[in-house]
């Protein structure tokens, strides 16, 4: 990741969030974190990782809230996507 200020690592950060929770099924590897064992997207951090990240520079409670708003958005698609193919 290339980020010059807090906005774009921000911004950056909440994309790699939203890479982790891909909108159809694919390949996830180790978290890219020393010593965390969580399943991540390749060559990133799992969403728990990136969320600590974010925390950093927006504190933990948003950063908490904007990490579960991402994983029910994904769910929610889920159940679309269930609904496309049984109609
Ligand atoms: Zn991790």
Redo the contacts with the bound molecule.
């Keep these: 990741m290339i980020e010059s200020n807090p906005l774009d690592k921000a911004t950056s950060l909440f994309v790699d969030l939203q890479n982790q929770y891909p909108l159809y099924p694919t390949g996830f590897v180790t ?3 020393e010593g ?1 064992n ?1 399943q ?1 997207r390749i060559n990133n ?2 969403g ?2 990136l969320e600590a990240d974010m925390a950093k520079l927006i504190g933990a409670p948003l950063a908490h809230d904007l990490h579960m708003s991402i994983q029910e958005s994904r769910e929610l698609w889920r159940i679309a996507l269930d609904e496309l193919q049984t109609t």
Excluded: D, E, V
């Design positions: 978290c890219s974190t965390c969580r991540a951090k799992c728990h990782c």
